[in-house]
């Protein structure tokens, strides 16, 4: 492949010598090298956010139910249930809950 075509393809004068190219060719393995640096580091990121996230979640949804049960809202034998229904959709559980009648035994 001839230097026009390659300074084409790489958005350079066609004019370009050797060295030009060259040097174009290592800038653009620089900035390549760096976006995947930042993917990378960017992926990280996200796992973590979502690891917290997911941590967060299965707190609240245990202090939920805990309250729940604690205020006689659900029985401890309905804990696991609720704590599925929760997990799926927490809001819908939190708005069902909070509508329950308190147990009377």
Known sequence: MDNRKI??????DTRSDDNALLEGLKKMIDRTTVAQENHDRM???????ENEL???????VTNMIDTAVKDKRISEDMRNDYTAMATENLERTEKIIK???KIKR
């Open 43 to 49: 992926t990280k990121e996200v796992k973590e956010l």
């Open 54 to 60: 997911k941590e967060l979640t299965t707190k609240k």
């Open 7 to 12: 300074a084409k393809i790489m958005n350079m």
């Open 99 to 101: 509508h329950l009648p």
